[in-house]
């Protein structure tokens, strides 16, 4: 495997229901980042990980959780969410040093909430 | 502060020319330009650091006003594969964060 790796890549899931999306990067990066992406709005970014800790969360609701329990690993965790929260969530990872060189990002997970 | 891009769509024969711009009300610390083909990752083209840089190859550039406040990316003699939606992602002072705008897409016909 190489690059930014996303699963599921389709996921269906009703507003009771708890489930997580996994993200993986074989790039030997330190940040990982989570973006969600709606139709016709901008990337949002969500939650920032540097050297594993968290560096940022943009005001995201409690229903989404991370988790980055080591450097390659990133997961979001979703419970009774909304029928809004449908979108693309794109998984991306960076080399941060003194100078940033920009993302390389997954192929996303494509939520439906029903 | 979120950029703004224009225009939002462009139809293009290949072998013409177009011309994505990307704005902001205040001077920006980088410029970063995206490329996503539907249904994949968004793939990192180039980034601008400096006022007045110019980057890339003949076939796709972009440049940096001397201002810092406005980019933009040059498609030249497109072919079939650059289609897709391009994205410019605006840096946060000096750290990893973007922010970007809602997007170009582009779609280039025979």
């Known amino acids: 495997e190489t690059g930014v790796t996303q699963t599921p890549r389709h996921l269906v899931m009703g507003m009771t229901n708890k489930k997580s999306l996994k993200c993986e990067q074989h790039l030997g990066h330190n940040a990982m980042y989570w973006y969600k992406q709606s139709a016709k709005k901008p990337l949002e970014l969500m939650f920032v990980y540097n050297f594993k800790e968290q560096t940022e969360n943009n005001s995201v609701p409690s229903r989404f959780s991370p988790e980055c329990p080591n450097s390659s690993h990133l997961f979001l965790h979703l419970h009774t969410l909304q029928p809004e929260d449908s979108a693309l969530y794109l998984c991306a990872s960076s080399q941060v040093s003194e100078e940033f060189s920009g993302y390389t990002f997954g192929s996303g997970t494509r939520l439906t909430v029903v | 502060q979120q950029p703004v891009q224009s225009p939002q769509a462009v139809i293009l024969r290949e072998g013409e020319d177009a011309v994505i711009n990307c704005s902001s009300s205040?001077?920006?610390?980088?410029v970063h330009w995206y490329r996503q083909k539907h249904g994949e990752a968004p793939v990192f083209l180039m980034i601008?650091?400096?006022?007045?840089e110019q980057k890339g190859h003949e076939k796709i550039s972009a440049s940096f006003n001397e201002k810092k406040q406005q980019s933009s990316l040059y498609l030249t003699a497109s072919q079939l594969s650059y289609s897709g939606t391009y994205f410019c992602g605006t840096g946060v002072g000096n750290t990893d964060k973007l922010i970007f705008g809602t997007g170009t897409r582009l779609q280039v016909f025979p």
């Open positions: 601008l650091l400096k006022g007045g």
């Open positions: 205040k001077a920006l610390y980088s």
